[in-house]
């Protein structure tokens, strides 16, 4: 471990031998990596990422604006008032859990160093990447018995996966609720050698960490976690090893650390609990998940999981990498049987994790929604078999092997940075950075125009992915910032079909500005959400009520003041 040069000396002398030599003596050729190498490893995985993070200027859709409003809103609280501050924690999100907006509010204040609230929030997110790719690390570190290599082969897999790559660049809870299940897995991969109380309160917090990035957190890490607590109850606890452990500073920091979270977390679930599950079962089952999805036998589903599985982790070259290195792995621990007479050090992890993915692709396949997000949270659990995996090979393979996953993660970065074409298969959510910052600037003049202290909702009335109630919303939290003033936007109502509906909407929050975009702007917006926003836009042309406000865009905004105003508004927080 006296530094690079030795560790290559090391794994050639390994290489060299590996003929004569079982598998214990090369791992202890291979050793670890020199102390802090790893996490420069982990980092410059991330380097990409944080260059389309820089150069990016998309406007944020629905629910990553929402994020980002209520982590702008927390930031602004913590610092003007506790009480609410405490109320925005318990109610800023209440359909969602709230674990990203919590980290997020955290790096709102970096908004001076890296210039945009949406940097600073993204960098959140890249930590959040960077602490995945850690514990992935110390995973295959513990799977090779020690050596680096395979534990590089797989951070490098899992960073080239371009779903990795690409909510990397999304304010998404997926990467937190993946950080937690890793946790998980790591917590049962060490808990053999670890005290029942240790494992008791790893296991703890990373399961409060997962239920507070997403409900159904549980459903990804059961098995890993039932096995860790399987051991727990062999162990069994005692008083005297809790009097022993509590001596302990660190033990002491993760007791009240897990305390506080789990207090703020039950609290958040019993006040929003019923419509966390209302939102999932309207996402996974429910009519509004049809414009999300499709019925089909589960069968047909499976089939469709399965490709955007592939398409997510696997492709274009990863496919190919995972069976090299399944059938190295399987030819290479038939040799080590039969010349050693050794038995293959399989860890039970490693069973658990290709049963977890069965489980995860069996479960999605009960729904009606596809969605790519909801696969991110198996890449630990495909890391850590490709790890196990790789853990057989000899050195001069598995080299190889690293070096195959470099060539991925080269091209899935090259593609989001728009520096190659587009790969043959990959995960939608991988795009390249928006240079235009047109739709940016208008949205930003148009909460400038109709920003006021009356705390008086104003109405969007289109549904794009840039010009909405939510992201509206969100540039409003951003300005309150800078000048104090917070304005507050809604729309016509959830994918609204009822135009009559939608005007008595305005009626009742009377507005003092209503939003839109003209009707060339308006093709090819999602249809469901705007079956009225036209009609809605022909009424306020022909109403004398409103008037037109002078509004030069590119984007086509149009605003709408009413000429005599309402004489008063719904107040925000009153409730709709």
């Not at 839109?516 to 036209?534: I, R």
């Amino acid at each position: 471990d006296g530094g690079l040069g030795v560790t290559i000396t090391n794994l050639r002398t390994a290489n060299r031998s590996f003929g004569g030599t079982d598998l214990v003596t090369i791992v202890r050729a291979t050793r670890q990596l020199p102390a802090g190498l790893w996490a420069l490893l982990c980092a410059g995985l991330l380097v990409p990422s944080l260059i389309w993070v820089a150069e990016d200027r998309t406007v944020w859709p629905w629910d990553q604006a929402w994020y980002g409003e209520v982590s702008a809103d927390l930031w602004f609280w913590m610092g003007h008032s506790l009480r609410r501050w405490v109320g925005e924690l318990a109610d800023g999100l209440s359909l969602k859990p709230p674990g990203v907006v919590w980290l997020g509010q955290l790096f709102v204040p970096l908004r001076h160093i890296f210039g945009s609230v949406e940097v600073s929030l993204l960098v959140s997110i890249l930590v959040t990447q960077f602490v995945l790719l850690a514990i992935l690390f110390r995973i295959g570190r513990r799977l090779s018995m020690g050596s680096s290599l395979a534990a590089v082969a797989g951070v490098t897999l899992a960073a080239g996966t371009s779903l990795f790559a690409g909510l990397s660049h999304q304010f998404f809870a997926e990467p937190l609720q993946a950080a937690a299940v890793a946790w998980v897995y790591y917590v049962a991969i060490e808990a053999p050698g670890w005290s029942s109380l240790r494992i008791l309160a790893q296991l703890a917090l990373a399961m409060v960490v997962g239920v507070l990035a997403k409900a159904d957190t549980p459903l990804y890490c059961v098995l890993p976690c039932l096995y860790a607590a399987g051991l727990i109850w062999r162990k069994k606890l005692s008083r005297a090893e809790f009097s022993a452990c509590w001596k302990s500073h660190g033990f002491r920091v993760q007791a009240v650390l897990l305390g506080l979270l789990t207090v703020a977390t039950a609290i958040w679930y019993y006040r929003n609990v019923r419509a966390v599950w209302q939102h999932i079962r309207d996402a996974s089952s429910d009519a509004v998940a049809l414009n999300y999805g499709s019925r089909d036998t589960w069968m047909h589903k499976l089939v469709q999981w399965w490709g955007l599985l592939y398409d997510s982790f696997l492709s274009p070259y990863l496919g190919w990498v995972f069976l090299a290195v399944l059938a190295g792995a399987g030819l290479f621990g038939i040799l080590r049987l039969r010349q050693r007479r050794e038995k293959a050090r399989i860890e039970p992890v490693s069973i658990l994790s290709a049963l977890q993915i069965l489980l995860l692709l069996w479960v999605l396949s009960t729904t009606i929604t596809l969605e790519p997000r909801f696969l991110f949270a198996i890449l630990p659990s495909m890391a850590i078999m490709f790890m196990q995996l790789c853990a057989f090979l000899p050195v001069r393979l598995l080299a190889a092997v690293v070096v195959a996953c470099g060539a991925q993660w080269a091209a899935v970065n090259a593609e989001s940075l728009a520096i190659t074409g587009r790969l043959s298969h990959q995960s939608q959510w991988l795009v390249t950075p928006e240079f235009d910052r047109s739709h940016y600037d208008d949205l930003t003049r148009v909460v400038s125009l109709t920003s006021n202290a009356s705390e008086r909702y104003d109405i969007v009335a289109v549904e794009s992915p840039w010009m909405n109630a939510n992201t509206a919303a969100f540039f409003a939290a951003k300005n309150r910032l800078q000048t104090g003033v917070r304005s507050y936007y809604t729309s016509l109502g959830y994918a609204e079909s009822d135009f009559g509906a939608a005007m008595r909407r305005i009626e009742e929050f009377r507005p003092r500005y209503v939003i839109t975009v003209a009707e060339p702007f308006q093709a090819g917006l999602p249809g469901f959400l705007n079956v009225v926003s036209l009609p809605v836009l022909y009424d306020l042309r022909s109403d004398d009520r409103f008037s037109q406000v002078p509004f030069a865009s590119h984007s086509g905004v149009l605003v709408f003041r009413f000429k005599n105003g309402f004489p008063a508004g719904a107040a925000a927080g009153s409730g709709f």
